[in-house]
């Protein structure tokens, strides 16, 4: 087979196409004014330069992960700077309300995990699903993996019921 030389300004494709379609595009045609070609021209334009949703999304949602991150960590680093100036400080008695609240330890809590077992709480409904295992988990959502297969939830939707790992 025959390549065409792919420098050349233009290049010529036959396409065939439906009577439906080409109905559609004559109509399109009338209202806008442009050629069959300019119109296909800018709908492979557009199809070309269209970035793929989920995968926008996914950046999105990784990039909130890390400021999520970053902003947790440095909660963690003030709440581990202020328990260790708080016995400095000459001014609070060890039973004063304000030098008890600087020193209380930071609740620790196990992220999510794969493996572990959940409730999914149902949509607009006060009552939870099934209970399912966790197979994959980010910052804020986990999928799980369900009869009809895996589907993703917010983790703010599920509970935490038992861990297989150990």
């Known amino acids: 087979m025959e390549h065409p030389d792919i420098n050349s300004a233009n290049h010529l494709i036959t396409v065939e196409l439906s009577g439906e379609i080409y109905a559609a595009l004559l109509a399109k045609i009338k209202i806008t004014g442009k050629t069959e070609s300019e119109l296909i021209i ?21 990039a909130l992960e890390q400021k999520l991150k970053k902003y947790v960590e440095s909660l963690i680093k003030v709440g581990a700077l202020s328990s260790e100036l708080t016995p400095s400080l000459p001014h609070l008695s060890p039973d004063s309300d304000l030098a008890h609240k600087r020193t209380m330890p930071i609740p620790t809590t196990r992220p999510l995990q794969v493996g572990d077992r959940v409730l999914i709480l149902e949509p607009e409904s006060p009552y939870y699903m099934a209970k399912l295992l966790v197979i994959k988990t980010s910052l804020i959502r986990a999928t799980v993996d369900t009869d009809t297969g895996e589907k993703i939830f917010l983790k703010r939707d599920l509970r935490f019921v038992e861990s297989t790992i150990e």
């Open 42 to 62: 800018q709908g492979l334009q557009q199809v070309l330069n269209e970035t793929n949703e989920q995968d926008r999304f996914a950046i999105l949602e990784a």
